[in-house]
């Protein structure tokens, strides 16, 4: 019997549209699901007419593998992920390989890469992204962990992954240990800020503006054709035109109520863990918790006044629509910059070489940010390998000073009218932070001092030197331990 030349576990609609995605591109693959007769249904459906082979157990699927064997999980992440780990290993030999294509948490894979490679197996988690039908035609690949694993996977995740216009796939090595499960997490949670401007934007519009469906419409399907170009962008258009049976368009019909699955927050937790001010995505995730409270906002409106006049209507919309269009643009600037500030973090805390640029590149197709801005991204870091922040790139330095006038303008409508729009002002506030070189947390440490003795720095002293005061006259000379910044 010819061999297999990967083994893939899991079933569902992204498990077996990524395997037929594999046959697609010539590769042989066995699986297994744990309902088995799941994988009876696959061979005989879906896969009919494919080299695919169904096995009943983990035993025969290993057995049909060539080696090193390579065996794939698309599970649910969590104890799935470790329950099949536990049973897999004994049935492996030095230099198989068992990969994670699940939302695995990037610390669980780091803990999961040790275990396995401390038993003389290779350990890979990647990020997948683009939903079903990227599964299917070419999804974004985040690969990492260990690093002797991927000449042995490089073939087969580069031929099924998305291409960008020169051919380059959506999909190359990301780093050690849970690096690729760290990028897609970024990668989610600057999907959560992208929806939310998106649909702070359709807000304004909507209630702000009264702008009909139609003509909303076709505002995001002329975006959709210049910088702001996106798939987000794309079917955001594509929503706003599409009717039920009854002719009615169906966004109006859906419940204001977000769900969300918490790669989001793992991002904003991430963030706060290491220190870096991602403002725009934690909003963007708590925008979604206060959407949950439906009830409660129902409630509220009853008795809960805005501004007066709220509802008054621009004697130009379509000036306002086009100020809409820089504000997205900058805040989109603003949200990359955050996500590129926590992975350039995490690689400083785990050791690890993320490629800033190349990361980009992978998110160019396939994934559900893909977008024309990321090869600017991809252009930013070629010019400067190095480059700190995103906002100090010639190119998005300019774009944010020329949205400026109109970003600030649009916050400032929305504040007067009374229209929620907390990752496009948050994405502001951090835009100000960032460039003023002075900031009030000196009343901060003044403050941590005088009710907890913390200490402070002196602007007039090299950093590193601490100094205490005796503020009331009587709280002595000892102090806590020094702040952290």
Same mark, same amino acid.
């Given at each position: ?40 249904? !696959? ?8 080299? &695919? ?7 025969? %699927?290993? *057995?049909?593998?060539? $080696? ?7 599970? /649910? ?6 329950? !099949?780990?536990?049973? @897999? ?21 780091? $803990? ?39 000449? +042995? ?74 910088? @702001? ?25 859906? %419940? ?33 918790? @206060? ?28 000036? !306002?629509?086009?100020?809409? +269009?820089?504000?997205? #643009?900058?805040? /989109?600037?603003? *949200? #990359?910059?955050?996500?590129?500030? %926590?992975? $350039? ?27 024309? =801005? ?6 930013? =870091?070629?010019?400067?390998?190095? @480059? ?6 010639? #190119? !998005? ?13 649009? &916050?400032?409508?929305? &504040? ?9 002002? *948050? ?26 003795? +913390?200490?402070?720095?002196? &602007? ?13 006259? +009587? ?11």
């Amino acid at each position: 019997m010819e061999k297999a030349d990967i083994g893939l576990i899991g079933l569902a609609v992204m498990g077996q549209n990524l395997v037929l995605n594999m046959d697609d591109h010539g590769f042989r693959v066995a699986v297994f699901n744990r309902t088995v007769s799941t994988v009876d249904e !696959f061979v005989k459906g879906n896969a009919k007419g494919t080299r &695919v082979i169904g096995t009943h157990s983990l035993e025969e %699927l290993v *057995s049909v593998l060539e $080696r090193p064997r390579r065996v794939m999980l698309l599970v /649910k992440a969590g104890a799935p992920v470790d329950a !099949f780990i536990e049973r @897999l290993v004994p049935l492996l030999q030095q230099g198989d390989i068992i990969i994670d294509g699940g939302n695995s948490n990037y610390q669980d894979t780091m $803990r999961r890469a040790a275990l396995v490679q401390s038993k003389g197996l290779l350990y890979i988690g990647t990020g997948v992204s683009g939903g079903e039908e990227g599964a299917r035609h070419g999804p974004s690949i985040m690969p990492g962990g260990s690093p002797a694993a991927w000449p +042995h996977v490089k073939p087969i995740f580069q031929a099924v992954a998305a291409k960008v216009e020169d051919g380059s796939p959506c999909c190359d090595w990301v780093g050690e240990s849970g690096a690729g499960h760290f990028v897609k997490m970024v990668h989610n949670g600057i999907e959560y800020g992208d929806m939310q401007l998106i649909s702070e934007a359709y807000h304004l519009m909507n209630e702000g503006l009264g702008l009909s469906p139609d003509e909303m419409h076709r505002v995001f399907a002329e975006w959709n054709r210049g910088d @702001l170009n996106s798939y987000l962008i794309e079917i955001t258009a594509n929503i706003l035109a599409f009717r039920g049976q009854d002719g009615e368009p169906v966004l109006e019909k859906i %419940l204001d109520a977000a769900g969300q699955k918490g790669t989001g927050k793992w991002t904003v937790i991430s963030a706060l863990d290491m220190g870096i001010p991602l403002t725009l995505i934690a909003e963007a995730v708590l925008a979604r918790s @206060l959407s949950a409270l439906k009830d409660e906002r129902m409630a509220a409106a009853k008795v809960l006044r805005g501004p007066q006049g709220a509802h008054t209507v621009p004697e130009d919309r379509w000036a !306002f629509v086009d100020d809409l +269009h820089h504000a997205l #643009y900058a805040a /989109k600037i603003a *949200s #990359y910059a955050q996500g590129y500030m %926590l992975m $350039r973090a995490a690689a400083a805390e785990y050791g690890w070489n993320l490629n800033y640029g190349g990361i980009a590149l992978m998110w160019r197709g396939g994934c559900i940010i893909r977008s024309v =801005f990321l090869g600017k991204i991809k252009e930013a =870091f070629d010019r400067d390998p190095s @480059l700190r922040n995103l906002l100090l790139d010639p #190119y !998005f330095r300019g774009q944010v000073e020329a949205a400026q006038p109109a970003w600030r303008r649009v &916050v400032a409508r929305a &504040v007067e009218i009374g229209i929620p729009v907390p990752a496009t002002a *948050s994405a502001l506030a951090f835009f100000d932070g960032y460039r003023h070189e002075r900031l009030p947390a000196n009343l901060i440490q003044a403050q941590r001092d005088y009710f907890g003795a +913390h200490t402070y720095e002196r &602007v007039d002293q090299p950093r590193g030197r601490f100094f205490h005061t005796n503020w009331t006259g +009587h709280g002595g000379a000892v102090t806590s331990t020094t702040y952290k910044a």
